[in-house]
């Protein structure tokens, strides 16, 4: 491929999740105590297109400080992982953070393959065509969990030279810590040594600050959640009645998390035919789905180091309290 070429590669989804899996799942998670969603399923094309107009809110910093990092920092990420062949993004959202990253390299650079790995088909569609304008650029779009994504670029790597890996936005502020340290695990298993592993990650805050973001006063990050129930009642039939639920966030200082519920506000009885279930829900009682963990600086060296990483370099938004850390297989 000529430098100022790109194209785009659609994979087939790979181990996506199935509407099998999403009817056992709500099934399964919505009979646990205290009653859970996973936060997986919040992302179908709505919930991608809400969380995208979530990360503009005046409230949600977190974003526009990771973008400002990468775009201060972009040329010393870059030239800290040459020569790169391959970035991987999971979770890739729009890509608009990844294209303000690939921005700084230099004119006539290398031919780039960019994977994007994302459950959401339009999110994916959407960042292909925002990326596929930079110069000597491949995208290849992986519509697949993480871990599935994961596992297929692994099987598929050909570059000769370094890969970035990049897991931006917090996300991985949505797994528990055992979760989140299996996840570092696969990653790094992902890529071969010398190869790079970039990090967003949101810091401990003040807790108003906090609420602001998960509570926002337009309503945005309630309808986010709603559209789980939405999603429940097109794809398997159910008959969750929107108008009965509230959305709740909370600080749980003890797990350093924010937590997400759907709270009833009446009693009332939901079948879902698809996943062959009903439940009966008393006034007040709560699902919850999502949780939001924040870490200290401490804590984050201490588990990338766990998972077998050697730390590069950090870059911190002393602001917003929000880190970038580059780290090496």
């Known amino acids: 491929m000529s430098p100022g070429s790109a194209r ?9 999740v199935s509407a099998q899996q999403f009817a056992e799942d709500v099934a399964f998670y919505l009979t646990q ?8 399923y919040l992302y179908d094309d709505l919930g991608s297109a809400l969380f995208e107009a979530i990360t503009r809110l005046p409230w949600y910093r977190l974003t526009r400080a990771e ?7 972009a040329r010393a990420i870059l030239a800290a992982c040459a020569p790169l062949t391959d970035a991987v993004e999971l979770g890739a959202g729009s890509g608009a953070k990844l294209a303000q990253l ?19 088909r339009s999110a994916l569609t959407a960042a292909a065509r925002l990326l596929v304008g930079l110069p000597a650029t491949q995208v290849i779009t992986h519509e697949a969990t993480y871990e599935a994504g994961l596992a297929e670029f692994r099987r598929n790597q050909a570059g000769a030279g370094r890969t970035l890996l990049l897991f931006l936005g917090s996300n991985m502020g949505n797994f528990d810590p055992p979760q989140a340290n299996e996840l570092l695990r696969q990653i790094r298993n992902a890529l071969q040594p010398g190869d790079l592993f970039l990090l967003g990650a949101d810091l401990l805050k ?17 309808a986010f959640n709603r559209n789980l129930l939405v999603r429940i009642n097109r ?3 159910g008959d969750f009645d929107l108008a009965s639920f509230q959305h709740r966030a909370l600080w749980n200082a003890a797990e350093s998390r924010m937590e997400s519920y759907l709270v009833s506000t009446r009693t009332q009885r939901v079948r879902i035919p698809e996943a062959g279930f009903e439940l009966s829900l008393h006034d007040g009682e709560t699902i919850w789905t999502e949780s939001s963990y924040k870490y200290s600086r401490e804590g984050l060296f201490g588990s990338l180091q766990d998972a077998g990483f050697a730390r590069r370099q950090a870059w911190v938004d002393e602001d917003a309290q929000f880190a970038l850390i580059l780290v090496q297989r």
């Open 8 to 16: 785009v590669s659609v994979r087939p989804p790979a181990e996506q």
């Open 33 to 40: 105590t205290p009653r859970q969603l996973p936060s997986r």
């Open 67 to 73: 973008t400002g990092l990468l775009k201060t920092h």
């Open 102 to 120: 690939l921005q700084a390299r230099d004119s006539g650079s290398d031919a780039l393959r960019v994977h994007l790995v994302d459950v959401s």
């Open 206 to 222: 003040p807790e108003r600050e906090l609420m602001l973001a998960y509570a926002d006063p337009l309503g945005v990050t309630a």
């Open 235 to 237: 794809e398997l039939g």
